[in-house]
């Protein structure tokens, strides 16, 4: 029996989103943007909803007069993603 | 642009496989530094060198010259990070590697230079071909750069030759070790970021 897949992973932009994250130390919501190539609008409440599963962590703050938003993962975004990858091979067959 | 349509597991691996292959592109902006400090303490040992060959060489100017290249390095850094930090919109994974490979061997080193003051032998000397290829060799065994492998395993070789040689040759090898293990391989990561 295949275990059901993280639905807040099991969407495009989340998961483009954290496996982004996952290969960098942090990276800002206008990188975010660029390289998913979304809205700001949905971006936002992807983060949010990430941010509230307690898999990433943001912080705002300021570069010189300009305010920045700075998005990382957190251990439990790096276990939930670890754990999704084990069942996407479950699924795949590839175990 | 991404929609929330319900996703097959065949796509989420190619999503995970290109924000992977994305992120690991990500320029770390060491490749500066390598050349910069690289092209620096490579001057500084060849300074010395002449400085002890050629006795003519041996006054103020060309002492002051020596030393001049650490603050020289260290200006040049400063606004060159400040550059960065003012453009960055992420930081890469492998930042933190050249950090502590580095951050430890100029610990290292500095702690042989003030510690081995009243040495016979100056151990920092000999040492700084080994240190720097360690750290170079750590960090591109890490970040799967094989320039910087090749150039840290031929600096720590250097040191062989370094502690039976006089005092003019181990600050030559000293120099090498430098174009060797730092200024070939940032020039490599250029080439490559350019490519």
């Given at each position: 029996m295949l275990k059901p897949l993280d639905p807040l992973l099991h969407s495009q932009l989340r998961l483009s989103i954290v496996s982004l994250l996952i290969g960098l130390e942090e990276a800002t919501f206008v990188y975010l943007k660029e390289k998913t190539n979304t809205t700001a609008g949905n971006l936002s409440i992807q983060l949010e909803k990430l941010r509230e599963a307690g898999y990433i962590q943001i912080k705002k703050g300021f570069k010189g007069k300009y305010p920045v938003t700075t998005c990382k993962i957190t251990t439990n975004g790096i276990r939930a993603f670890e754990e999704y990858i084990s069942d996407i091979k479950q699924y795949l067959h590839l175990d | 642009m991404h929609s929330e349509q319900p996703l097959q597991p065949e796509d989420s691996v190619k999503i995970i496989s290109d924000a992977l292959r994305q992120a690991r592109q990500e320029n770390t902006g060491a490749a500066f530094f390598y050349i910069l400090w690289g092209a620096l303490l490579c001057l500084h040992f060849l300074l010395r060198y002449l400085r002890l060959e050629i006795?003519?060489?041996?006054n103020g100017i060309v002492r002051n010259c020596i030393w001049a290249v650490f603050p020289i390095g260290g200006i040049i850094s400063y606004f060159k990070n400040k550059k960065n930090d003012e453009r960055e919109q992420v930081i890469p994974l492998y930042e933190k590697v050249y950090l502590f490979s580095f951050g430890g061997y100029a610990l290292a080193f500095f702690i042989l230079f003030f510690a081995g003051m009243?040495?016979?032998?100056?151990l920092y000397l000999i040492c700084f071909p080994l240190l720097l290829g360690l750290a170079v060799l750590t960090a591109g065994g890490i970040t799967k750069h094989k320039v910087s492998i090749a150039g840290g395993v031929i600096a720590i070789l250097l040191t062989g030759i370094s502690i039976n040689a006089s005092l003019e040759i181990q600050n030559l090898i000293a120099g090498l070790g430098a174009l060797i293990a730092c200024v070939i391989p940032g020039i490599s990561m250029k080439i490559k970021k350019h490519a």
């Open positions: - | 006795p003519a060489l041996d009243w040495q016979p032998v100056p």
